[in-house]
């Protein structure tokens, strides 16, 4: 007779979990893919990339915003399946905004390209 604790059990969840969104972001990514292989040239692969581009920037500031308004019940709830002491809650939920603003400046930097616009307006034209 198999006997079965609860963190088994809660390890089996995260476990089928995480593997079902690997699944699902293997598939997304596969069709995106697909989608490349289909388009005769570059430029409508461009094209497409500028039209969404501005929903992706929509999409990343909206994951900051998500991680930064619930960071707390987050901590609370990993220190509720025990996963972490009370100590290191109180570290986790002192670090939710240096992790919100090194978020933001990688979105700045990599996402909105901030590099090549400084550069742009530094630089000027080349006579």
């Not at 220190?79 to 240096?98: F, K, M, P, S, T």
């Amino acid at each position: 007779m198999a006997v079965f604790n609860r963190s088994t059990v809660m390890r089996r969840r995260g476990f089928l979990g995480l593997s079902l969104l690997a699944v699902a972001l293997t598939i997304i990514v596969g069709v995106v893919l697909w989608q490349a292989v289909e388009l005769s040239s570059v430029a409508q692969l461009s094209a497409q990339i500028d039209t969404i581009r501005p929903f992706a920037s929509v999409v990343r500031f909206a994951f900051i915003g998500g991680v930064a308004a619930l960071w707390p019940k987050l901590i609370h709830l990993v220190y509720e399946y025990g996963r972490v002491d009370e100590a290191r809650r109180d570290e986790l939920l002192a670090q939710r905004w240096r992790v919100v603003g090194w978020l933001l400046i990688i979105e700045l930097v990599l996402g909105q390209d901030l590099f090549c616009r400084f550069f742009a307006v530094t630089t000027g034209p080349v006579v």
